[in-house]
């Protein structure tokens, strides 16, 4: 199990730009998969973006490739999100998550969650 905490969400404006963060402590490990998901009201959490902890290779929706980018900090046990031309349909909530094992972008297979940062886009 690993503790997980974001920040970084916020409003912008549609084209603007946020980076989310998302530190780690507890167990040591360098074979998680460390995911984002986002979750709108009523709505099951989807797949964002994910980065192999100790390799750095990363996967994308399709929704989000050419604007969002994940990338990981060992030194600093952190992940990052930058989310740059964002739409309104970004809108949600946005977490991190780490999983030992299984498909990167399910979320079944993640152990440990953020608590997760608002993302607004709106004029």
């Known amino acids: 199990q690993v503790q997980l905490v974001e920040s970084g969400g916020g409003l912008v404006q549609p084209g603007g730009s946020l980076r989310l963060s998302c530190t780690a402590s507890g167990r040591t490990f360098r074979d998680y998969m460390m995911g984002w998901f986002r979750q709108t009201p009523g709505k099951e959490r989807d797949f964002v973006a994910a980065?192999?902890?100790?390799?750095?290779?990363?996967y994308y929706a399709e929704s989000v490739k050419g604007r969002f980018t994940t990338s990981r900090d060992l030194a600093k046990n952190t992940v990052y999100l930058p989310m740059n031309d964002l739409k309104p349909e970004d809108t949600a909530i946005y977490y991190c998550a780490a999983s030992v094992r299984g498909d990167y972008s399910d979320s079944n297979y993640y152990d440990s969650w953020g608590q997760g940062t608002q993302v607004t886009v709106s004029s």
């Open positions: 980065v192999n902890w100790f390799g750095g290779r990363t």
